[in-house]
């Protein structure tokens, strides 16, 4: 059974700051990882998806990797805002579009 | 083209009572996943249609059922409530076999 887990599950950092979110899982036989954004109360926002044949995706200043082999994946973030404040979710796909996740990051930038 | 889209916001029920939960797919989505969130966890799969026929499920009892219109809209009942039932409950639409899937912004469900 896919496991999936996220530490740390808070993180607090000074504004500007760069970090690292990891995520990891037992079952190497994915499809494909995930990074999500929610913010409280609401529903998911895809924020990066890397294929199992990718290493990593990059979009503005949010850059995810993944080692299959090792089953991990990191997401960083380069000079961290007030606005990315929220809880951040791992997951992978294991086929026919099923994704288990993880329990999330809750991440708070400080002004 | 409108996003995913779901109802009630929120809902508050008794334990024994039935649930049902509406989500609305993005235009042109034929296949649409549920998946219930209890609070400060990860959201589950509890199952996914595709052409009006449930398409995979995951470790939920068989009091969770779902159905899916011809529209490509979704139901989710749930029967004889408990109070673990208590979470926020997401759908997410997309093309079979497509990469990305598209959330809608969740009905929180609430058992006393």
């Known amino acids: 059974k896919q496991e999936v887990t996220q530490i740390p599950a808070a993180l607090s950092v000074p504004e500007g700051e760069n970090l690292v979110l990891n995520c990891s899982f037992t079952?190497?036989?994915?499809?494909?990882l995930q990074w999500f954004r929610q913010d409280p109360g609401k529903g998911l926002t895809s924020l990066l998806l890397?294929?199992?044949?990718?290493r990593e995706q990059t979009s503005g200043r949010l850059n995810a990797s993944l080692d299959k082999s090792s089953g991990r994946s990191t997401l960083y973030i380069a000079a961290s805002q007030p606005g990315d404040s929220a809880t951040y979710l791992c997951?992978?796909?294991?086929?026919?579009?099923?994704?288990?996740f993880g329990q999330g990051t809750r991440l708070t930038i400080n002004p | 083209e409108t996003g995913v889209t779901q109802s009630p916001t929120h809902l508050i029920k008794t334990r024994g009572q039935q649930v049902t939960l509406r989500c609305s797919s993005q235009?042109?989505?034929?296949?649409v996943s549920w998946y219930q969130q209890a609070l400060g966890q990860g959201p589950q799969f509890i199952f996914q249609?595709?052409?009006?026929?449930?398409?995979g499920r995951g470790n939920f009892p068989p009091r969770f059922s779902g159905l899916q219109f011809p529209n490509y809209s979704s139901e989710l009942n749930v029967n004889a409530l408990e109070l673990d039932d208590s979470a926020l409950y997401l759908c997410?639409?997309?093309?079979?076999?497509?990469?990305?899937?598209?959330f809608g912004p969740g009905t929180r469900l609430t058992v006393l």
């Open positions: 890397i294929q199992s044949s990718q």
């Open positions: 997951a992978v796909e294991e086929g026919a579009q099923k994704l288990v």
């Open positions: 997410a639409s997309s093309s079979l076999g497509a990469d990305t899937q598209y």
């Open positions: 079952d190497s036989a994915i499809y494909n």
């Open positions: 235009s042109g989505h034929n296949t």
């Open positions: 249609y595709y052409r009006e026929e449930e398409n």
